[in-house]
């Protein structure tokens, strides 16, 4: 059980989390810091949150758990304002897509409280924005991975697992580094893909012959690419290494997929799909 627990950022992911715990009555006291009075009068509005902080040190007074929700980019500058605030005893987490970079702020701006920080990850969203589209049934039987570091203290985070496991989440462990190159091709890549192709459609001559005449795989293949793009602009540019690899990896299968259309090789594109189908009909039946 939590007492009082300070969520920096109350958008999609800040506000399903404390939505759910409110739901699971996991939490007596639930505090929102953000950026803009409007989103977090928003939130209070809509019964996310108890109280709304626009300062940082008074939103995390008191607080036993604390939880970062804001776009990767922001994370640095949360973290070394939150620093010298943190109250003795807090556990803080974070829910941002990339870890190794969070890591390295974390590290330089909590100095000897580092070992209280817990690294996390949600993998769960939509491609909506704010706190108006939170959800709390959001993580419900979806995995959240902690990152935890060598010197990351057992019970900070045995608290942070049991708080997403109040959320209805189940929880696995990665080390950062594992975690950023498998989500560079799991989550990163596709995101990219889907922001590329109808970047690509919208500036075609015929962009709005295509557009009125697309079809279902269209749409299933585009949805996250009306996701928020400062969050996206932030993710590539943290995990940059790991992106850059799974990009190069797809533009080379592109390549060879340009090369069988060209040479009219039937024979590799019917084994490629059906490599892919198989897979995909696997990953279906899982879901
Ligand atoms: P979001 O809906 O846009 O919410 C972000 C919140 O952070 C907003 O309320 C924003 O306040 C606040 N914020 C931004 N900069 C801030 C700053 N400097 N100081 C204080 N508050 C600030 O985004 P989200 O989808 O919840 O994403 C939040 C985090 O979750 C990101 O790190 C993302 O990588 C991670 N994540 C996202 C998903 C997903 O599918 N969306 C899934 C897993 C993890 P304003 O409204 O006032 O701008």
Not at 4 to 20: D, H, Q, V
Not at 105 to 129: D, I, K, N
Not at 139 to 157: K, N
Not at 262 to 272: A, H, S, V
Request: hydrophobic share 45%; aromatic share 4%.
């Amino acid at each position: 059980m939590i007492d009082k627990i300070c969520i920096i950022g109350i958008g999609l992911i800040g506000g399903s989390l404390a939505r759910a715990l409110r739901d699971a009555g996991y939490v007596r006291e639930i505090i929102g810091y953000g950026r803009s009075v409007g989103n977090l009068q928003q939130a209070v509005e809509l019964g996310v949150i108890d109280r709304a902080e626009v300062s940082l040190p008074d939103a995390v007074r008191g607080a036993d758990m604390i939880v970062l929700a804001v776009p990767v980019g922001n994370m640095a500058e949360i973290l070394s304002t939150l620093g010298p605030a943190l109250p003795d005893d807090a556990v803080v987490t974070d829910v941002g897509s990339v870890k190794g970079s969070v890591i390295t702020a974390a590290r330089a701006a909590l100095s000897s409280r580092f070992a209280h920080f817990v690294p996390g990850h949600p993998l769960a969203g939509t491609e909506q924005s704010g706190v108006a589209a939170s959800l709390p049934d959001l993580f419900q039987r979806r995995r959240v991975i902690l990152t935890p570091e060598p010197d990351t203290d057992a019970d900070a985070q045995a608290r942070v697992r049991a708080m997403w496991e109040a959320a209805g989440a189940e929880v696995a462990t990665l080390t950062a580094t594992d975690h950023d190159r498998i989500l560079a091709v799991s989550s990163h890549l596709p995101h990219m893909l889907a922001y590329c192709l109808v970047d690509m459609v919208v500036r075609h001559d015929d962009h709005r012959a295509i557009l009125e005449n697309s079809a279902g795989s269209f749409s299933d293949a585009t949805r996250v690419a009306a996701s928020d793009p400062v969050m996206w602009r932030d993710i590539c540019l943290a995990n940059r290494d790991a992106l850059l690899e799974a990009l190069r990896q797809y533009h080379t299968d592109l390549g060879a997929l340009v090369k069988a259309i060209e040479k009219g090789d039937g024979k590799w594109l019917c084994e490629t799909f059906t490599r892919a189908k198989h897979a995909r009909d696997g990953l279906n039946k899982k879901q």
